[in-house]
C-alpha cells in the first residue's frame, strides 16, 4: 500500500481494501475474520493508510552483517491541509537500544507525497532492527507514525 501511495497519480490514484471482512469461518483476503476479529493484515493496513504517513522505502526484509542499506524516506499528506514547520524523526534501533537518530525540517503541502532523501544506515551488525520513522506538527503532535523491522544475519 505504501508503494502505491508513494505513486500518487503517476500512474495511481487510488488503492482500497476489497475484502474487509470474512463472510464465514475460512482463511481468505479478509483483515477481519468471521468473529470480527482483526488478523494481521489489519494492523499492517491501519498504519499504512494513516492520511499523514512517514513512508519507508525499504528494499527487502533480511540483510548481511555489514551492508550499507539505503532507505527512502517520503511524507505523504491525504488531507486538504497543509502542515508548516513539521518535522520527521527517524530512530534507528538495533536489539531494543536507539543506535542512530535524524531529525529533518518538513514542510507538507496538501494533497502532497514527496521523498525527503535517502537515509543510508550504518554498517549493519547481526540482530533484529526496527527503523521507526514519525511526523509531529510545529506544536510537536504526532501526526502519522511508520516502523519498518529487519533482521540482519
Not at 495511481?12 to 483483515?31: C, D, L, R, T
Amino acid at each position: 500500500m505504501e508503494n502505491y501511495r508513494r505513486q500518487r497519480y503517476q500512474p495511481s490514484s487510488a488503492v482500497f481494501q476489497f475484502m474487509f471482512v470474512e463472510n464465514w469461518p475460512s482463511i481468505n483476503w479478509g483483515i477481519v475474520d468471521y468473529w470480527r476479529e482483526p488478523k494481521a493484515g489489519y494492523a499492517a493496513l491501519k498504519q499504512a493508510y494513516q492520511p499523514i504517513l512517514p513512508s519507508l522505502e525499504w528494499q527487502q526484509d533480511e540483510y548481511k552483517v555489514g551492508a550499507n542499506p539505503r532507505i527512502g524516506l517520503w511524507a505523504i499528506n491525504d488531507t486538504w491541509q497543509g502542515f508548516e514547520h513539521a518535522r520527521y524523526l527517524v530512530t534507528l534501533s538495533h536489539e531494543g537500544k536507539a543506535t542512530d537518530k535524524l531529525d529533518l525540517p518538513l514542510e507538507m503541502l496538501p494533497d502532497s507525497g514527496y521523498k525527503l532523501r535517502d537515509y543510508p544506515l550504518p554498517a549493519l551488525q547481526a540482530g533484529r532492527y526496527a527503523l521507526e520513522a514519525e511526523i509531529v506538527s510545529s506544536a510537536g503532535k504526532s501526526m502519522g507514525k511508520n516502523v519498518y523491522r529487519f533482521t540482519v544475519k
